[in-house]
């Protein structure tokens, strides 16, 4: 059962394609987000959903039922905006009422619908504060009451952690999880932020220059990425550009720029012999020390600690600076700087993709 389909949906801005053939399925009460950098069209696609922007080809349908000619205010979807766009002349009773108010419900029922929502985002009797008395996170949740009042089908968000401080926007992830988990409604949450999506959702798109480059779980997106863009783009990696050697049963064997050679595993099937890619290994499957199948000489040069996220930079022998990942928070690994170092992984952990030259 799906709340929201889009079939090849197409935004053209003049001669400019700002969406580009984009298809996707949300299931009913779960969290998707789509994922992308600055200008890759995450913003035009929302608002083509909530009907502020007509699409040049394609569908919507929300519960089966395509809404192309639906007009914004009548589809059953609501949006929270980056910058909450509370009124902040009303207070937060009248925040939540106003858009039942504009519905023509009747007054009794409106006070019961803004009494119980508030209770519902854990900000029970606060009806009559002013906006201008909550915190941060209060006013997220209250923009979030806002939209949820209305029942929608989905609720549409646009980054709206995006103006928060980052120990705010760390507890209000949790938060906002929370919040569909216990409103089982079907969340569109567009984010820049890889570790936003990969937190909160169930599922992720990867969108870049219009197009999505793949949808997953986060696990699948962080384990098993299809495309270059996506391996670059969810979670840290440390990457090479290289030429392929030799390809034999899904394995690529790569010479390095700058000197050595890896093997890892065919990412994509135009890889082939004499062919530029790019090797992606993450850090964390990366340790110092030999004993596994890729190991390369280098030296350290420098010891990074910020808890568990800690790394060790090591400066391989081809001039490449590699992040080291494991076994730096228990102390069982002791390195200086100027420390001449072997690093290690399974081949099984690298990921080549082709690359135009
Ligand atoms: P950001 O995260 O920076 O908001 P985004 O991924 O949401 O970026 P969009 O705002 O959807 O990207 O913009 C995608 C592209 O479409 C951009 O190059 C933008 O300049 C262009 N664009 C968006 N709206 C219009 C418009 N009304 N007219 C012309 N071009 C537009």
Not at 4 to 24: D, W
Not at 134 to 150: E, P, Y
Not at 336 to 351: A, D, M, N, T, Y
Request: include cysteine.
């Amino acid at each position: 059962m799906h709340d929201l389909q889009c079939e090849s949906l197409v935004k053209r801005f003049g001669a400019y394609t700002a969406v580009n053939s984009v298809s996707f399925n949300v299931p009913r009460g779960s969290f998707f987000s789509i994922l992308g950098p600055s200008g890759c069209g995450k913003t035009t696609l929302m608002r083509m959903i909530a009907g502020f922007e007509a699409p040049s080809s394609g569908d919507i349908r929300i519960k089966g039922k395509s809404v192309l000619s639906t007009p914004p205010n009548k589809r059953p979807v609501k949006m929270v905006f980056q910058h909450l766009a509370l009124f902040p002349m009303m207070n937060v009773g009248e925040n939540i009422a106003y858009g039942l108010r504009c519905r023509g419900e009747n007054k009794a029922d409106i006070g019961g619908k803004v009494a119980r929502v508030l209770d519902r985002v854990g900000l029970p009797g606060t009806e009559h504060k002013q906006v201008s008395q909550l915190s941060g996170g209060q006013k997220q949740r209250i923009a979030i009451a806002r939209c949820m009042v209305l029942e929608p089908d989905v609720l549409l968000l646009d980054e709206p952690l995006g103006a928060l401080d980052l120990k705010l926007r760390e507890r209000m992830k949790i938060e906002l999880k929370q919040l569909q988990h216990q409103f089982e409604t079907t969340f569109l949450y567009i984010t820049h932020d890889q570790s936003e999506a990969l937190l909160m959702s169930d599922n992720v798109a990867v969108m870049n220059a219009g197009q999505f480059e793949q949808i997953g779980s986060p696990q699948e997106l962080y384990n098993n990425p299809k495309t270059g863009f996506v391996a670059g783009f969810v979670g840290d990696s440390n990457r090479w550009s290289g030429r392929v050697v030799s390809l034999s049963e899904g394995k690529v064997r790569v010479a390095i720029d700058g000197g050595g050679e890896v093997t890892a595993l065919a990412g994509d099937n135009r890889i082939a012999a004499g062919g530029s890619v790019e090797v992606f290994v993450r850090p964390e499957a990366i340790s110092i020390g030999g004993g596994r199948d890729e190991v390369l000489g280098g030296t350290v040069e420098s010891l990074l600690f910020n808890g568990a996220s800690s790394r060790i930079l090591v400066r391989m022998d081809n001039g490449h600076l590699v992040e080291v990942g494991q076994a730096v928070m228990d102390g069982s690994v002791t390195v200086s700087p100027g420390e001449k170092v072997q690093i290690c992984w399974s081949q099984l952990h690298g990921r080549a993709f082709t690359t135009a030259r």
